[in-house]
């Protein structure tokens, strides 16, 4: 089964308008992290926000947010205001309690959201 | 910018081929990770190191070898590649802690093509 799933293979947003980018997953472990990032088609993965399961509050990193709703297992990243440097794939990540072998990431099949002027 | 370097950024190799891709992080990070990603899908791990010790090999084939030379320097050596090993490799860094909230920073990547 899909750890984590975005429902969403593409988007269109228009420019200064925000967008949602969905993330669902699955864990029966109560510590986890979830982490978004951002892959432009230079080819780059650039962090963008994370979110730990007993964080209180949603993330926030400037025009990025995360409506994170633990009940739901959902990780929804919203960018305000969008502009067309935003055009990329993001992918929505999880990190669970490591066991012996050591950090990994689980990733989702990412969005691909294109930006109009 | 990324702290994470990576290099060259394109290479193109034959099949009989021996080349080396090379990644250094300046953020003092003790784990450093070898991600491949096909076109259209998410990274899939090869290998990480941990405190330049080899903790992970994801059942990937002898053709590619890592090496971590200090905690700053992570290679991929390749040999004898095939037409189906054409990706783009990221390579990753994190400060290597056990807990979940350990961020993985990545490069900019080398887009890989064996003829």
């Known amino acids: 089964a899909q750890k984590i799933t975005q429902t969403q293979p593409g988007m269109f947003v228009q420019e200064k308008e925000a967008v949602t980018l969905d993330c669902t997953y699955d864990?029966?472990?109560?510590?986890?992290?979830l982490f978004w990032y951002k892959q432009p088609s230079s080819g780059e993965m650039i962090f963008l926000i994370y979110?730990?399961?007993?964080?209180?509050q949603n993330a926030t990193e400037g025009r990025y947010s995360l409506n994170f709703q633990k009940a739901r297992k959902s990780a929804n990243l919203v960018i305000s205001a969008s502009q067309l440097g935003d055009s990329a794939m993001y992918f929505c990540?999880?990190?669970?309690?490591?066991?012996?072998?050591?950090?990994?990431?689980?990733f989702g099949g990412g969005t691909r959201l294109m930006v109009k002027p | 910018d990324t702290e994470v370097t990576q290099t060259p950024k394109h290479l193109v190799m034959g099949m009989t081929n021996k080349k080396s891709l090379k990644c250094e992080q300046h953020?003092?990070?003790?784990?450093m990770y070898w991600y491949k990603q096909k076109a259209k899908k998410p990274p899939e791990l090869m290998f990480v190191?941990?405190?330049?010790?080899?903790?992970i090999n994801e059942s990937v084939p002898s053709r590619f070898s890592p090496e971590c030379p200090n905690s700053s320097l992570l290679n991929l050596h390749l040999h004898a590649l095939q037409p189906e090993d054409s990706a783009l490799y990221l390579c990753?860094?994190?400060?290597?802690?056990?807990?979940?909230?350990?961020?993985?920073?990545f490069g900019p990547g080398t887009r890989l093509t064996v003829l």
């Open positions: 990753a860094s994190s400060q290597g802690n056990r807990g979940y909230t350990d961020t993985q920073y």
């Open positions: 990540a999880m990190r669970e309690l490591p066991d012996n072998a050591g950090n990994m990431l689980t």
């Open positions: 953020m003092g990070h003790r784990a």
């Open positions: 979110q730990g399961s007993y964080d209180q």
């Open positions: 864990t029966s472990d109560p510590s986890y992290g």
């Open positions: 190191y941990s405190y330049e010790k080899l903790s």
